[in-house]
């Protein structure tokens, strides 16, 4: 199973919004490298949705119910979209300023490319978000 995190500006499209409506397509992406990530994903991988703007922090976790296919509003075949659904949100929302402190976030692509709106989540790093997350 892969992990990934997904940008979205909370006044756009929230967290609250995903649950709401249980299941969303995650579209807008047009950078050729997020585009990429977004191509890797496959169904059933875990994605820590993450709030920017003012808040930036990690608020929830989904699950990419539906791998990557072509952008129904785009003509062009190289944008595509992945279906997301809730699984849970963060027992406490885990800041960027927690991780840009933390020497086991070093490299990562939050923080090397932070213009970024889709990156991996290596597996170690996965799991040092939920111990913080969980108040660890």
């Known amino acids: 199973m892969g992990h990934w995190l997904v940008k979205t500006e909370p006044g756009t499209y929230s ?3 995903l649950v709401r409506e249980k299941k969303a397509v995650w579209d807008g992406i047009s950078n050729a490298a997020a585009l990429k990530n977004l191509r890797a994903m496959k169904k059933g991988d875990a994605v ?12 929830g ?5 539906a791998a990557a ?3 129904p509003k785009e003509t062009d075949e190289k ?3 992945v279906d997301l ?10 800041t960027l300023a927690e991780i840009k402190t933390d020497k086991a976030f070093a490299g990562w692509d939050l923080l090397r490319i932070g213009r970024l709106s889709v990156v991996p989540v290596p597996e170690a790093l996965w799991a040092r ?8």
């Open 15 to 17: 967290w609250d919004d």
């Open 48 to 59: 820590l949705v993450y709030h920017t703007g003012e808040e930036k922090r990690i608020v």
């Open 61 to 65: 976790v989904a699950e990419v119910a």
């Open 69 to 71: 296919y072509p952008d």
């Open 79 to 81: 944008r595509v979209v």
């Open 85 to 94: 659904k809730p699984r849970r949100a963060m027992k406490r929302p885990v």
């Open 129 to 136: 978000v939920m111990e913080l997350a969980d108040g660890a």
